[in-house]
C-alpha cells in the first residue's frame, strides 16, 4: 500500500467543520464591506515578480527572503505567488482604468503565500480580507477604516483588541529622519544584531521594529520619525485622531510603528491582541499614497488594511464562537426500487419549495436509515416504502418529539412541511 501523500508544510486543508465557521465569518465579512460602500474585486494569484519589487521594496523580508518566486519554462518569466494583495490590487485598477471616472472602494478576500516558519497564526498560505480606498486624499477616509475595523470587532463579538498608530509622514520627511537614524545606529557598530546590521544603509526605518530584546535600549533612544514631521504631515495625523476621538475609538501612538511594506506613507495602523501568543497582530495597514504613480498610473492617494482570517477566527473561537453544524429540515428514507424513485423525487419537490433535505444513499434497512436521521438533526423523516410508493404519498415522522406520524399526498408535500415546520417555529421549538 502506497503512503498517503502529505499537504505542504504550512499550507493547511480546511476541514467540513472549519469550513462552514469560515464562510459564516465570510458573509458577515460581506455584509460589513457592503454597509460601508466597498466593492469586490478578484485578482490572480500569481503576478509577475518585478511587481511585488517594485511596489514592497527589494531590501523588505517579503521580498528578499519570503516569496515563492519562479521561472516560467515557457517563457522565462520570472513569476510569484503573491504574498499581498494590496500591489495586486493597485495594478488591476491601473490595468484596467478603474479611476477613470473617480475615487473607488474595493475589497477582496483570499490566499497570499509566504515562506516563513509555520506557527499557530503564520502560515505559508494563509488568507486575508484586504480593503482598498483610492482616490480619497483627506484624513476621514483613514479614520473611517480604522472605525469599520471596530465595527467588525463588534459584529463578531470580539473584546480585547487595541488600537496602535503611527504617522510615517512623507518621502523628504522620511529622507531626513533617515539620515540621522543611520548616523546614529553607526554610534553602535558590533551591538546591533545581524538583521540590523543588514538593514543599515537600505532600510534603516525597519530596525526600528526589531524585536531583538538585546536591541531595545539602542532602539528606544533613536531619533523619533514624528519629530521630523512638517506641519502638512502632522495636521493630517491629527485630523485622523480627532475623527477617532469623536468616534470614541481610543488608540495609542506607537512611534516605532513603521509596517514591513516600504510604499506606505502617513497614517499607519495596526489592530493588536496579546491572546494569540507572539501573532498579536490581527489587522493593519495605512496610507500609501505613492504607490499608484510607483505603479506607472497617474499620481492619487491611497489607503488600505488588510486582516488575517485564520487570526481573526483563532481569536473568535478562543473568546467562545462555537460551529454549529447546519442541519437539514427533512431527511428523507426510502426502501425498495419503486419507493426510491419517488423518494428522489420528493426530495427535490421539497428543495423546489426552498427546504434544505438530505436524501439518504447508499441503501440499508429502515432502522439504520432512521437512526442516521436522527443523527442528522432533520427535524422531520420523510419516509417512503412500498405502501407510500403504492399510494403515491410520503409519511412525515417529527424527529424532535413524540407527535404522531402522518400519511401525505405526494401533491401536498411541501406544503405540509411547511406547515409542519411553521407550527415549530411558532411554539418555539415543540410541535
Not at 519589487?53 to 522565462?76: H, P, Q
Not at 470587532?153 to 503611527?166: A, F, K, P
Not at 415522522?397 to 417555529?425: H, M, N
Request: aromatic share 8%; with cysteine; proline share 5%.
Amino acid at each position: 500500500m502506497s503512503q498517503i501523500l502529505q499537504a505542504i508544510r504550512g499550507m493547511n486543508d480546511i476541514l467540513p467543520d472549519e469550513a462552514e465557521l469560515w464562510e459564516q465569518f465570510e458573509e458577515q465579512v460581506r455584509d460589513w464591506l457592503r454597509a460601508y460602500g466597498y466593492r469586490p474585486i478578484r485578482m490572480p494569484m500569481v503576478e509577475p515578480t518585478p511587481l511585488f519589487a517594485r511596489a514592497i521594496g527589494e531590501v523588505t523580508d517579503i521580498v528578499e527572503k519570503e516569496m515563492y518566486s519562479f521561472t516560467n519554462s515557457l517563457n522565462g518569466e520570472q513569476l510569484t505567488l503573491r504574498p499581498e494583495g494590496t500591489a495586486s490590487c493597485v495594478r488591476a485598477v491601473l490595468q484596467s482604468n478603474l479611476l477613470y471616472d473617480g475615487p473607488k472602494r474595493l475589497w477582496y478576500l483570499g490566499p497570499m503565500f509566504r515562506h516563513e516558519r509555520p506557527q499557530k497564526g503564520r502560515y505559508r498560505q494563509f488568507h486575508q480580507v484586504g480593503v482598498e480606498a483610492l482616490g480619497f486624499p483627506g484624513p476621514d477616509v483613514d479614520a473611517e477604516q480604522i472605525v469599520m475595523c471596530a465595527r467588525l470587532w463588534d459584529d463578531l463579538g470580539l473584546t480585547g483588541i487595541r488600537l496602535e498608530i503611527n504617522s510615517l509622514g512623507h518621502p523628504d520627511e522620511r529622507a531626513r529622519h533617515r539620515a540621522e537614524l543611520i548616523a546614529y545606529l553607526s554610534k553602535f557598530g558590533g551591538q546591533l544584531d545581524a538583521d540590523a546590521q543588514r538593514r543599515l544603509h537600505t532600510n534603516p526605518l525597519r530596525i526600528l521594529d526589531t524585536k531583538n530584546p538585546h536591541m531595545q535600549e539602542i532602539v528606544e533612544g533613536a531619533p523619533k520619525l514624528m519629530d521630523f514631521l512638517g506641519e502638512e504631515s502632522l495636521k493630517h495625523f491629527e485630523g485622523v485622531q480627532a475623527l477617532l476621538r469623536d468616534a470614541g475609538i481610543p488608540s495609542r501612538i506607537n512611534p516605532r510603528l513603521v509596517r514591513g511594506l516600504d510604499y506606505y506613507n502617513l497614517t499607519v495602523f495596526e489592530w493588536m491582541t496579546d491572546e494569540l501568543g507572539a501573532q498579536g497582530t490581527v489587522c493593519a495597514g495605512g496610507r500609501y499614497d505613492g504607490l499608484v504613480s510607483q505603479l506607472g498610473g497617474k499620481p492619487a492617494p491611497a489607503c488600505g488594511f488588510a486582516m488575517g482570517i485564520e487570526r481573526l477566527l483563532a481569536l473568535w473561537r478562543d473568546q467562545g464562537n462555537k460551529h454549529t453544524a447546519p442541519v437539514p429540515d427533512v431527511y428523507v428514507v426510502h426502501q425498495g426500487e419503486r419507493a426510491a424513485g419517488l423518494a428522489f423525487r420528493a426530495a427535490e419537490r421539497l428543495r423546489d419549495a426552498g427546504f434544505a433535505v438530505h436524501f439518504h444513499c447508499g441503501g440499508g434497512s429502515f432502522k439504520s436509515q432512521m437512526k442516521k436521521a436522527d443523527a442528522s438533526g432533520a427535524l422531520l423523516a420523510a419516509i417512503v416504502g412500498d405502501d407510500e410508493a403504492a399510494a403515491n404519498q410520503v409519511s412525515l415522522k417529527p424527529l424532535r418529539d413524540q407527535a404522531e406520524q402522518r400519511r401525505i399526498d405526494f401533491d401536498e408535500l411541501a406544503d405540509a412541511v411547511g406547515a409542519w415546520l411553521y407550527e415549530w417555529d411558532d411554539d418555539d421549538g415543540s410541535l
